[in-house]
């Protein structure tokens, strides 16, 4: 079966902390997303990484992605109220059939 | 249009009626999927065009649920007798045929069913 796990599912942070959202998945893919959603609203697209090896960052967060240990990261650095979201890493496992975690729940507080 | 423009952005239905969920994916994306999400959960797929063919449907969860895309545009999604279990955010996601640059959602429609 195909699973996709994210750990912590909840994440209480204080502003001005780092920490780092896993995402383990039981398939071969090299393709893998991270999605932001905020209460109510859809998914906004955050990275894309599509090799092993691959890092990309924007602003405050930095996304990993081992293909081997099957295993991606989303860092979170020097946290700021305005990252409070729902977090989801996606496995990509057939032309845009994405599995996607349970998603990780931010919550950022002064 | 800018983006995936779906409509309701709200639903409510009695169970047993019949409703149609309708996509607009951005202009000159071949691609086009249907995901479910439940409360609290992970979009979870449902089914998957490239352009007007249906190439993956094997997320629909009963033969209720029915799936177009005539045109190989517009989409539609349609859940026939539907049912508590069925009260759940639809999102309708686009792409280019390659999809290294991510997917695009729209905002959903959540779907109640009383």
């Known amino acids: 079966e195909l699973k996709v796990e994210q750990n912590p599912l909840f994440l209480s942070m204080q502003e001005g902390k780092n920490y780092t959202i896993y995402c383990n998945y039981s398939?071969?893919?090299?393709?893998l997303y991270w999605y932001r959603q905020d209460p109510g609203k859809s998914l906004e697209s955050l990275f894309v990484?599509?090799?092993?090896?691959a890092v990309k960052q924007e602003g405050r967060l930095m996304a990993s992605l081992d293909t081997k240990a099957r295993l991606s990261t989303l860092h979170i650095t020097a946290a700021v109220h305005d990252l409070s979201a729902t977090y989801f890493c996606?496995?990509?496992?057939?032309?845009?059939?994405?599995?996607f975690g349970q998603g990780t729940e931010l919550s950022v507080k002064p | 249009g800018a983006g995936v423009s779906q409509s309701p952005r709200y639903k409510v239905a009695k169970r047993g009626q019949d409703v149609a969920l309708r996509c607009d994916p951005i202009?000159?994306?071949?691609?086009l999927f249907w995901y479910q999400q439940a409360l609290g959960q992970g979009p979870e797929f449902l089914t998957y065009?490239?352009?007007?063919?249906?190439?993956?449907k094997s997320g629909l969860p009963s033969d209720r649920f029915f799936a177009e895309r005539p045109e190989g545009s517009v989409s539609t999604l349609k859940i026939q007798r539907t049912q508590q279990e069925d009260s759940a955010v639809y999102l309708c996601?686009?792409?280019?045929?390659?999809?290294?640059?991510?997917?695009?959602f729209g905002s959903g429609t959540r779907l109640t069913v009383v």
């Open positions: 065009f490239q352009n007007e063919a249906q190439l993956d």
């Open positions: 996606a496995v990509d496992v057939l032309r845009g059939k994405l599995i």
């Open positions: 996601a686009s792409s280019l045929e390659e999809a290294s640059y991510g997917y695009t």
């Open positions: 990484l599509l090799s092993n090896g």
């Open positions: 202009s000159g994306h071949v691609s």
């Open positions: 398939t071969t893919s090299d393709r």
